[in-house]
């Protein structure tokens, strides 16, 4: 079992490279399949979730090869209409396959996703939304069955809550409908915006308003493109929070200052200065020596506080002088990894949805496991600021979304070592 050790209490100082992004370069490889052509997407980070994808997109019979940063799907010919079981348990957000499949192959059978350490995953937004545009679904055995007997055509769908997945599906299933699709109160995070850029590029005609209302008209056929992801805005989150708890002094390359900032404000609050340069790409924070409190955070959808930072900016405020409070206002059960920052010696109280972080002075060094993704990322959060060495375990967790963490943190100073 690999392990990551940290000896603490270093400020960081130095430059980050951000990757593109995992929960861009996921719906992107899905929408890929949909075109029967070949597809290039560069940036695409090295991530577990992104291998899980490629895997699935070869065994649905695409060729799929990466270069370096760039994957090359090829969905010519597609020869299954299905996702196994045990590719949909490695990454429940396989679920994003499904508009593309039905879209493709005019069926398609998965296992439903499972639920995962943030709580049980519903679909139903998913299905009640591919419902209205002509799919039948029939739920046996754990297994989702979708047909789309008459094929896909449009119709005016309104989400009951604005849905990153739904929204994901509905256009990978409605840009080559029959007819035109109106889909309002749709996710706005700025991933949504990169899957229409790139189904855009590949010739459908996708608009949007500033209101959360995407407008799909559906076209005959797609056609290869090349398309870059975006820059990973949690990412580039977690290390704004990494030099926040270190008293360090970061600049981040190759981000998305704008998609970034809605973390920026909570930073403020707790004495981080942020600059952010012109062309947008870059960011770069000043910590104090020590931390105030972060305020009350919560969690919303885009353009809120995003769910996913929330974990490595609790982390930081483990170690603030005062007390912060984070409202999770997304997910049912966001908190499994407090208890693993209890035992570095972290003051948090859980009641459901809230959680309440009295700052102590210094965190001690402790063995501690990762629960989930962005769990993993605030233990190595809090290992960086504590005093004395943390080992860190569970690391698939945190393979899954962020790519040479150790590397990047080695490079601004961090003493930390995998093995
Ligand atoms: C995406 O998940 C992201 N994952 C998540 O990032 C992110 O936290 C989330 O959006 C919110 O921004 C990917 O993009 C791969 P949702 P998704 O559908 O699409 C409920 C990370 O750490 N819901 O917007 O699953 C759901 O239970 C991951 O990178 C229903 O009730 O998020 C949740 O409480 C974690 N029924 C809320 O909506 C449905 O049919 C938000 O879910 C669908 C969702």
Request: one cysteine or more; glycine letters at 10%.
């Amino acid at each position: 079992m690999q392990t990551i050790t940290v000896k603490g209490g270093r400020a960081l100082s130095g430059e980050v490279i951000i990757h593109g992004a995992k929960n861009s370069a996921l719906p992107l490889l899905a929408a890929a399949f949909l075109v029967p052509g070949t597809s290039e997407i560069h940036n695409c980070p090295r991530l577990s979730d992104v291998q899980a994808s490629m895997a699935i997109l070869r065994h649905l019979g695409c060729r799929v090869v990466r270069q370096e940063d760039v994957v090359t799907v090829d969905a010519s010919a597609p020869a299954a209409c299905t996702i196994p079981d045990t590719l949909m348990r490695e990454m429940r957000s396989s679920i994003v396959f499904l508009g593309a499949i039905i879209a493709r192959c005019g069926e398609a059978t998965m296992s439903y996703p499972g639920g995962c350490e943030l709580g049980p995953r519903p679909i139903d937004l998913h299905l009640t939304a591919l419902r209205r545009l002509g799919v039948t679904v029939e739920e046996c055995h754990g297994q989702i069955c979708c047909r789309a007997e008459n094929g896909l055509h449009g119709a005016d769908i309104t989400l009951a809550f604005p849905s990153v997945g739904a929204t994901e599906n509905v256009l990978l299933a409605a840009c080559t409908a029959r007819g035109t699709t109106i889909l309002r109160h749709a996710a706005r995070e700025p991933e949504i915006q990169d899957l229409c850029d790139y189904l855009n590029a590949c010739g459908a005609h996708i608009c949007g308003d500033a209101d959360g209302v995407l407008v799909i008209e559906g076209v005959e056929c797609l056609h290869g493109c090349a398309h870059a992801v975006i820059p990973d805005r949690i990412e580039a989150a977690t290390y704004l929070a990494a030099a926040a708890a270190t008293g360090g002094h970061l600049v981040l390359r190759r981000g998305c200052a704008l998609h970034t900032s809605p973390v920026f404000p909570a930073l403020e609050e707790s004495g981080c200065v942020i600059r952010t340069c012109e062309d947008g790409r870059t960011t770069e924070i000043r910590a104090p020596e020590r931390l105030h409190r972060l305020g009350t955070v919560r969690t919303m959808p885009y353009p809120g506080f995003p769910t996913d930072a929330a974990a490595p900016l609790l982390a930081a405020a483990c170690v603030a002088d005062g007390t912060s409070v984070f409202v999770e206002s997304i997910f049912e059960n966001r908190y499994k990894y407090v208890d693993e920052l209890a035992r570095m010696g972290a003051h948090i109280r859980v009641d459901g949805r809230v959680a309440v972080v009295e700052g102590v002075s210094r965190l001690q060094g402790a063995s501690v496991a990762c629960t989930d993704l962005r769990g993993g990322a605030a233990l190595i959060v809090a290992a960086l600021a504590a005093h004395g060495k943390t080992t860190v375990t569970e690391l698939k967790h945190l393979d899954r979304g962020y790519e040479e963490i150790t590397a990047c943190l080695q490079a601004v100073g961090a003493d930390i070592q995998r093995e």
